[in-house]
Nanobody, 123 residues
Framework: QVQLVESGGGLVQAGGSLRLSCAAS????????MAWYRQVPGNQRELGEL??????????NYADSVKGRFIISRDNAKNTMYLQMNSLKPEDTAVYYC??????????????WGKGTLVTVSS
């Protein structure tokens, strides 16, 4: 089992920045990829948008909607993943979920979800 706990969400004005954190615990040795997803509040997280993904070995993928604005990183010593969000837009408003993935060769599925942290960007 893996436990994921997000933090860092909140209310920010358009153009501002936030940094989300995801602390992992449990059987983390099995994790070879992690990701951030987002979903409109009230909707099913499994149907949300993949925002960014980081794979062991350093491969990183971003959604086109956040390229150049968001940066995903991982501190293995702290078992923590981050999402630095800059130049935030109202359309970035969502619940952001941390996920631990399983798979390889570009094909991954979510094994574990965090409970999410709400990011609200005001115009």
């Amino acid at each position: 089992q893996v436990q994921l706990v997000e933090s860092g969400g909140g209310l920010v004005q358009a153009g501002g920045s936030l940094r989300l954190s995801c602390a992992a615990s449990g059987s983390i040795v099995s994790i070879n990829a992690m990701a951030w997803y987002r979903q409109v509040p009230g909707n099913q997280r499994e149907l949300g948008e993949l925002v960014a993904r980081i794979i062991s070995g350093g491969i990183i993928n971003y959604a086109d909607s956040v390229k150049g604005r968001f940066i995903i990183s991982r501190d293995n010593a702290k078992n923590t993943m981050y999402l630095q969000m800059n130049s935030l837009k109202p359309e970035d408003t969502a619940v952001y979920y941390c996920a631990a993935l399983r798979g390889g060769l570009g094909n991954y599925v979510v094994d574990y979800w965090g409970k999410g942290t709400l990011v609200t960007v005001s115009s």
